[in-house]
């Protein structure tokens, strides 16, 4: 990969050659200029990865200068320097989509520090936006819901090791999409053009399992009247899902940690082995390291598997997402039913909100199509959402700490129906816009994460 790009506008000639030469011993391929017709020229004639900019140029301020090159960019980070007794226009510039603001005299080491966050959050934007449009063109999903900061890092995870051919474990809770993830993983790399065989170890019986995965010569056993390619051959040269490994029995594990080690097999019945190329993708809703010590899963076939932990949270722990995900889910099953049906009433987006969603994006996605297919109006009201469905009763937690999942929960509700507009969300909220940034600085929520694109 080259040298990331920055394009610095300060009319400060002097501020401007320090910059310079701080970004260039820092690896970066800067260009430095003081004018703002000349910054918008060059950002016509390249791409840059970020600009930093100053707030007070000699033409244009820098807010408007950003406004131009997020016309020719439109996702460019721009970090905007200001002045001690300017910070209140550079938290405005922010409103308007400055990624940071940085007051002048700066600290060389948070200028880069900056830039570094700034560019990593733009990276994980693309990456998420690549795998949404590989799935989308795949299986119709119209996008990868990751809002939230935890599944932009799965994601951002994700593309990093879809290229590899080394195993993935995947862990989460039923329901969370650990599939989709797989999916993701195989049609980002390498064998996209392979086949990708999912099995649901739990789904199938134990006595058919082994069968079922090597395969079997006809008259290997009573039924096997004909033979049968198993999915470790289906699998050749592609990606072989295991969902649900932690019910896979003991005898099987030890026959597949075989397989891993050797890349050939014997199917039932044969005397003659088969060689097999497949990248393994694993997923559990279990905690195997507690298998392992109880003796119900192989330490060592733990250890052959559990090569690149991806964690997929909750839907409780990104509620961010919430929203999005029952946004396409209706527009799906509305489709699908061929019910008009626009939209969530407020009050039943905060039903939705406020339920923990025990059956994570699973149960969410089922919620959804109940309520479509009830619905007595072209908006779904809050009676129809989980209608029977009683809030857990559970220990309750410390006051403080109630609060404050109250409070970050209450935010993200407000984002998501302002759409990310905050001065719509601090009116909904009855608050001054600046006490409401302040919350949100508090839970670490940004506005850019709930517009709509």
């Not at 320090?18 to 703002?36: G, R």
């Not at 700034?118 to 449009?133: C, D, F, P, T």
């Not at 799935?135 to 951002?156: H, W």
């Not at 599939?179 to 996209?192: P, Y």
Request: glycine content about 6%; some cysteine; charged content about 30%.
């Amino acid at each position: 990969m080259g040298l990331a790009k920055i394009l610095v506008v300060d009319d400060d000639q002097n501020l401007l050659e320090l910059m310079s030469m701080i970004l260039q011993s820092a690896d970066y391929e800067v260009t430095a200029t003081p004018d703002e017709e000349k910054a918008l020229a060059a950002a016509r004639a390249q791409v840059f990865d970020l600009s930093v900019v100053d707030l007070k140029l000699v033409r244009m301020d820098g807010i408007a200068l950003m406004h131009d090159l997020h016309l020719i960019n439109p996702d460019m980070p721009v970090i905007i320097l200001t002045a001690h007794s300017s910070v209140r226009s550079a938290v405005e510039a922010i409103k308007m989509g400055a990624f940071n603001y940085l007051a002048k005299p700066f600290d060389p080491d948070e200028l880069l520090l900056q830039i570094e966050r700034a560019l990593e959050n733009r990276r994980l934007h693309s990456e998420v936006k690549r795998l949404a449009g590989i799935l989308e063109e795949r299986y119709a999903f119209p996008s990868i819901i990751a809002n939230s900061n935890k599944m932009q890092s799965v994601l951002g995870l994700v593309s990093r090791v879809a290229p590899t051919d080394t195993t993935v474990f995947i862990d989460g809770e039923s329901g969370t999409g650990k599939e989709l993830v797989a999916r993701a993983l195989h049609l980002a790399g390498a064998r996209k053009d392979k086949p990708f065989v999912a099995i649901n170890c739990a789904a199938i019986p134990e006595t058919l399992l082994e069968s079922e995965l090597f395969g079997y010569e006809k008259g290997a056993f009573t039924g096997a009247i004909k033979s049968s390619r198993g999915f470790l051959v289906q699998a050749h040269g592609g990606t072989l899902f295991l969902d649900e490994i932690g019910d896979m029995s003991l005898s099987l594990q030890a026959k597949l940690l075989r397989v891993l080690q050797e890349r050939q097999f014997y199917p039932l019945g044969s005397e003659k082995p088969v060689d097999v190329d497949i990248r393994l993708v694993v997923a559990t809703n279990k905690d195997l390291e507690a298998e392992v010590k109880k003796g119900a899963f192989r330490e060592d076939l733990f250890y052959r598997i559990h090569v690149i932990p991806v964690h997929i949270p909750p839907l409780r722990e990104r509620k961010e997402d919430i929203v999005p995900l029952a946004e396409h889910f209706l527009k799906k099953s509305a489709g699908r039913m061929n019910r008009d049906i626009k939209g969530f009433t407020t009050m039943a987006m905060q039903k939705l909100m406020l339920h923990d969603w025990p059956g994570n994006v699973r149960e969410l996605e089922n919620a959804v199509e109940y309520a479509v297919a009830v619905a007595r109006s072209g908006i779904i009201a809050e009676d129809v959402i989980l209608p029977s469905r009683e809030m857990p009763l559970t220990s309750p937690k410390p006051f403080k700490e109630a609060r404050e999942d109250f409070e970050r929960d209450y935010l993200v509700w407000i984002l998501q129906a302002a759409e990310g507009n905050v001065s719509k969300a601090a009116e909904l909220a009855e608050k001054y816009r600046s006490d409401l940034y302040a919350l949100l600085k508090k839970h670490n929520l940004k506005p850019d994460d709930f517009k709509k694109t």
